[in-house]
């Protein structure tokens, strides 16, 4: 159970999403509240249409809630201007996807370098962040491999070396074991929790996947726009 | 055969791209032809002017009417040949000519030219082809008038109808404009032979003379006659020939022309290829479709490259189109022969239209060839399991 | 910049559309450089004749009316006057070939302090100043028909009923100058010594006089001069520049001109197009990429940027090949176009590969601006959303 007296990474009051559909208002996400603690680890699972892509958009700052707050490390998102929030991202986000989404046109460390281009580093600093979170997910022998020549595995290991370099506050991955075999998806969860527990990385997880899920330390479950919450289940799995 | 309604809903859907393709070939094609045009323009003047039976005299050696000189005495002898012909009102048609260049300024800023005033006398106009005065009316002999074209009053200071002309030693008074069928005539101004010798000191010379003979032989016996006497000291050649030799101007024009078009071409068959390629990719799926449903590689490298030349040809015409205002605008270029500024028309016709639409059609089959290939290199199996 | 190499990356990412889009740019550019040059030429070489301090004498109706030899004394007689010579086109017939190269009647004792630009070898010189019969030629008119010195040609007379024999005394070169290199130069006085034997009306032409000042400043005053001297004679001139004097051969061009400038205008417009088509294309796969940089946190300005470096990028690369192959053929035009008489001449002028240049990256901005803008535009969330 994740540590309440620890500063709250995201924090939702009363958020509602609803989207434009020919004119008639869809509910996607109904009057939610939500707690995510540091060094907390969340697997949110539902059903296709639940919202939990809404719910990780939300989050993320991609998206704005029609009602209700999304706090952030302390920062309120619907205070930020568009432009502001895209800089707020690069700073405190990280991001896993289900297609990992890697540049094909660029080489691992590339990649990885990518949301540092953001930064005011320099060069070698860069380098250094970079060569750091290969270290991390195992990967640095193949820093100067194109996407097309890797693995579906080592692919995703590199989006989260780029989830990772800019040491931010809260990761958020959508499916990340979506496109994998068991194999794959089990060395994925390995580092995740290895970068939860051993890094006291915030972790956000969107998943249909019960294994990988069961490797959260809190499973949430969401069905029509609203919490179930069930962490028994994962302590239980865990132990 | 794949249907043809297949590669037109194609572009279609691609609407934009197609769109821009078409353009920018359309574009291309409108360069190629306005060279083209210019080209022909040129030498439209330069041919039409030219009647089979009419001959030129000029001092032997010359090839241009303005290094040539006749002495008035011989003039006189020539006159006396036999075998000249003479119009229904019993007019000879032999006029002695004296050719003159003057620079004169252009209306506008346009800087000057050299102008061509030709001193003729009445007979002079029934040897010019479709010569007739449109505006006021002919020069009177002996007194400073001068006739010009419409397209030379348009362009020169002073040449319009009642204006004066500052030209030679003083002024002219602008009282008619004539028509001659487009020929090189329309590049000149005609005043009294005798006023146009007296202005630039050259009494009683003559710079030509030109004759029309009765019927070819005897214009073939006049001719012999001329050249070979060895006391006039003149050449006699026929006005086709004489302009077929100025028309060497007209050549570098027409490589000039066609070397630009020919650039262009090239230029745009990358962008072709470029289009096409970018189809052939986007529709993988289907090519392996088309495939998989039974039709051949040969059949699905005809559709492309049809695709190519339609969305070309469409360009083409668009091109042509787009250069037809300009049909008939005249404008000037130097005549390196004789020195002045010779005025000609833009021509679109049927022969430089059809050119510029082989050349669109070239456009599309070279550009979209190897496109077209690599349609039919795709594996149907791979092209089947793109998204 | 630090991003450059992404953005490099992203132009090879599609090598065949890069190197397509970039010859059509590359083709497209090299053409209208050079129909530029020529007109850019003209000017330049104007210019440059400026610092000879020269003026050219032709009678006041124009250039194809004589002027009389005995002007020529009288504008010597000027103060002010350093040197003049008349400078009569022969225009005869070498050969078979058809178009006359320059062979000019002119005074042997001062030609070489007016054209000061060309370089004789004293002997050759002295030579020719006692030979009546002989003449100079260029450099490049004896390379392109194997003239040596001492060789004899006969020029069959177009323009004057003559026949010249002349004798090559010597060759002149010049290192500033191609203008006079395909040119010959003969005695004046040989050619009127034919003239008057024949009692032709043509004797005593000199055509026109070349004059140069003794200092470059106050040439509107020499010219008025120049002018006036021979105002109320039998053969009034008028007096112009040397500058001025080329820019009436270009004037002879007249439409050329604006033939000229709108095929560049149709090419430009043309190009944009095609390169914008294919910038187009190549972002329409890119929109999921597109999305996810957004998402990491580059702004919309940051991908805004990227994409329209790019376009200019693509449109400049293929503009240098273009441009500067343009002016590399013509700066070997010796080698290329070995024996085209009237090229040598030629060169594509540095004013105009900037401006060829600058056409490049504005194809290259016109070209990326749509693109850009639709792909700052792009919603991240549209754009991740998963396929299946």
């Known amino acids: 159970m994740p540590d309440p007296a620890r500063p709250a990474v995201v924090e939702l009051r009363g958020v509602s999403k609803e989207y434009m559909r020919d004119k008639t208002p869809v509910p996607v996400l109904k009057d939610t509240d939500l707690d995510i603690p540091q060094g907390d680890f969340v697997a949110v699972m539902g059903p296709s249409g639940s919202g939990k892509s809404t719910l990780l958009n939300l989050v993320a700052g991609l998206d704005r809630a029609t009602t209700g707050t999304v706090t952030v490390a302390g920062q309120e998102l619907g205070e930020l201007s568009e432009s502001k929030l895209t800089r707020w991202r690069s700073h405190h986000l990280g991001f896993i996807f289900q297609l990992y989404n890697l540049m094909p ?135 | 055969m794949v249907p043809i309604k297949y590669n037109i809903r194609s572009l279609r859907s691609r609407w934009v791209s197609s769109m821009m393709t078409v353009l920018g070939t359309g574009l291309v094609v409108w360069a190629s032809v306005l060279s083209f045009g210019l080209a022909d323009g040129l030498n439209h003047t330069l041919e039409v002017s030219g009647e089979k039976l009419d001959i030129i005299v000029m001092r032997k050696g010359s090839t241009a009417e303005t290094n040539s000189t006749v002495s008035e005495a011989v003039s006189r002898e020539i006159d006396a040949l036999s075998g000249i012909a003479t119009n229904a009102d019993g007019a000879k048609l ?252 833009f021509r679109f016709g049927p022969v430089v239209l059809i050119q510029a639409l082989l050349l669109a059609l070239f456009m599309g089959a070279a550009g979209g060839l190897f496109p077209a290939i690599r349609a039919t290199r795709l594996k149907i199996v791979d092209a089947l399991r793109e998204i | 910049m630090k991003f450059l190499p992404y953005i490099l990356r992203n132009v090879m990412r599609n090598k065949l559309r890069a190197i397509f889009t970039g010859m059509s740019i590359a083709v497209s550019l090299f053409l209208v450089t050079v129909l530029y040059a020529y007109i850019n030429v003209q000017d330049e070489t104007g210019e440059k004749t400026k610092q000879f301090a020269r003026i050219v004498v032709t009678a006041k109706q124009g250039l194809t009316f004589p002027v009389p030899i005995a002007h020529v004394d009288k504008v010597r007689a000027l103060s002010g006057v350093e040197a003049a010579v008349p400078l009569s086109w022969f225009g005869g017939k070498y050969q078979d070939e058809k178009i006359p190269f320059g062979q000019f009647a002119t005074d042997p004792e001062q030609i070489n302090t007016v054209l000061s630009e060309y370089d004789v070898k004293p002997a050759e010189l002295a030579a020719f100043k006692a030979d009546r019969g002989g003449c100079l030629v260029g450099s490049r008119a004896a390379e392109q028909r194997n003239w040596k010195v001492g060789d004899n040609i006969v020029l069959k007379g177009d323009i004057y009923p003559v026949t010249l024999e002349l004798t090559i005394n010597g060759i002149f070169t010049s290192e500033s100058s191609t203008d006079q290199l395909e040119s010959l130069w003969f005695h004046f006085t040989y050619l009127d010594e034919l003239l008057k034997k ?90 999921r990429e597109v999305a996810v940089l957004k998402a990491i946190g580059f702004t919309r300005f940051i991908v805004l940027s990227l994409v329209l470096v790019e376009a200019i990028l693509i449109a400049m690369i293929g503009g240098a090949v273009g441009v500067l192959g343009a002016k590399l053929l013509f700066a070997m035009r010796d080698i290329v176009f070995r024996g085209i008489p009237g090229i040598s001449g030629f060169y594509v002028p540095w004013s105009t590969v900037i401006f060829g240049m600058a056409l490049a990256a504005m194809i290259g901005l016109f070209s990326g601006i749509v693109p850009a803008w639709r792909a700052a535009q792009v919603s991240v969330v549209d754009g991740l959303r998963k396929v299946v």
């Open chain 2, 94 to 345: 032999c006029s002695p000519e004296l050719v003159v260049l003057d620079n004169v300024p252009r209306r506008g800023d346009n800087g000057r030219a050299n102008m061509m005033i030709r001193g003729v006398s009445p007979v002079a106009k029934y040897l010019r082809k479709d010569f007739k005065i449109v505006e006021g009316r002919e020069n009177r002999p002996g007194v400073r008038e001068a006739i010009t074209s419409r397209s030379m009053a348009r362009r020169f200071e002073g040449a319009g109808l009642g204006e004066e002309l500052e030209a030679i030693d003083g002024k002219f008074l602008i009282v008619g404009l004539f028509e001659a069928g487009q020929g090189a005539t329309e590049s000149e101004v005609w005043a009294d032979i005798d006023v146009v010798a007296q202005a630039s000191k050259r009494e009683g010379a003559r710079s030509s003379i030109q004759i029309r003979a009765n019927n070819p032989s005897d214009a073939t016996r006049l001719i012999d006659r001329i050249k070979n006497d060895p006391q006039f000291g003149l050449d006699a050649i026929t006005e086709t020939a004489y302009f077929a030799e100025q028309a060497n101007s007209g050549m570098a024009l027409k490589i000039v022309g066609r070397t630009i078009a020919i650039i262009l071409t090239i230029g745009a068959m990358f962008a072709v290829a470029n289009t096409m390629y970018a189809a052939v990719a986007s529709r993988a799926r289907e090519i392996g479709t088309l495939r998989a449903v039974g039709f051949g590689r040969t059949t699905v490298l005809v559709s492309f490259l049809l695709e190519s030349i339609i969305l070309c040809l469409a360009g083409g015409v668009l091109g042509c189109l787009g250069v037809l205002p300009l049909n008939g605008i005249s404008t000037g270029t130097a005549n390196w022969q004789t020195f002045s500024e010779l005025t000609f028309a």
């Open chain 1, 105 to 239: 046109v660029l080489t691992a460390f590339e990649n990885v370098e990518l949301p540092l281009l953001l930064t005011s580093l320099s060069r070698r600093e860069r380098a250094e962040h970079v060569r750091t979170a290969l270290k991390i997910v195992g990967l640095q022998e193949r820093h100067d491999h194109f996407p097309r020549q890797l693995s579906g595995g080592q692919e995703q290991r590199v989006a989260i070396a780029r989830a990772l370099v800019n040491d931010p506050v809260l990761l958020l991955a959508d499916e990340p074991t979506g496109n994998l075999d068991s194999t794959a998806a089990q060395e994925i969860m390995d580092l995740l929790q290895q970068l939860n527990e051993e890094f006291d990385k915030t972790i956000v997880m969107v998943t249909h996947d019960p294994r990988a899920a069961r490797r959260a330390r809190r499973m949430l479950h969401l069905e029509k726009g609203t919490f179930v919450e069930t962490e028994v289940d994962a302590l239980e799995a865990r132990r």
């Open chain 3, 198 to 287: 024949d009692r032709s009306r043509q004797a005593g032409n000199a055509g026109t006089i070349f004059v140069k000042a003794a200092s470059p400043d106050n040439l509107g005053d020499l010219m008025d001069r120049i002018n006036e001297t021979f105002k109320h004679t039998d053969a009034p001139v008028r007096a112009v520049t040397e500058q001025a004097f080329r820019q009436m051969f270009t004037e002879m061009l007249g439409n050329v001109q604006a033939y000229i400038r709108n095929v560049a205008l149709a090419v430009v417009i043309s190009l944009m197009l095609v390169a914008g088509n294919a910038m187009a294309m190549s972002m329409r796969e890119r929109t």
